[in-house]
């Protein structure tokens, strides 16, 4: 290889280094930014609708539990 070969080589990998570098800074960025997202809007919604839902499920339970003692005849 000549030196030119060797220098035009060398340029080369570090221009695709830096992209790789900066590829890597801005996903870590993005990252960054979805997991905050996450904590504060994705994780609070689930906690208040599986809430909701368990007080729904109680709610029909212990309506099935009133309608099974009204229609439960005694032995």
Known sequence: MTSNTNQKTKSTLDDFGREIGEAARKLEQESEKMIAYLNNEVVPAIRTNSSKALKVAADKLTRL????ERHTKPK
Not at 65 to 68: K, Q, R, S, V
Request: aromatic residues 24%; hydrophobic residues 50%; charged residues 25%.
């Open 65 to 68: 539990a009133e309608y099974m």
